[in-house]
């Protein structure tokens, strides 16, 4: 059943076209700021498990650190090679807390 888990707090969370690693309940996740909006994928990249949230931003896309691939901040799907993806969460935010849902 999923739950909504609180993250971390706004002070805490990316500036605009930058990223972070977190951990909650044991889920690592890459929190991205894409133009001023937050966004949450699974932190590891599918192709050597590079740690999504010691990559980058470019345009609407988070890019690995280790090889460079890139995932839609939003869905998650690369870039290349075609049919690729990471898990992405949902982001809300309450007051000063940035909440994801995990467990869907």
């Known amino acids: 059943m999923a739950q909504w888990v609180r ?3 706004l002070a805490e969370a990316p500036a605009v076209g930058q990223v972070m690693e977190a951990e909650v309940q044991g889920v ?3 929190l991205a700021n894409v133009g ?3 966004s949450a994928l699974d932190n590891v990249c599918p192709h050597r498990q590079g740690p999504l949230g010691q990559g980058w931003v ?5 890019v690995c650190p280790w090889h ?3 995932f839609h901040a939003k869905t998650g ?3 290349y090679p075609e049919g690729e993806r990471v898990g992405s969460f ?5 007051g000063q807390d940035v909440l994801v849902e995990i467990g869907r």
Do not use: F, K
């Open 77 to 79: 799907v690369a870039e």
């Open 7 to 9: 993250l971390c707090s």
């Open 90 to 94: 949902a982001v809300r935010v309450e």
């Open 36 to 38: 001023g909006e937050l």
């Open 28 to 30: 690592g996740v890459c």
């Open 58 to 62: 470019e345009g609407e896309m988070v």
């Open 68 to 70: 460079s691939w890139a």
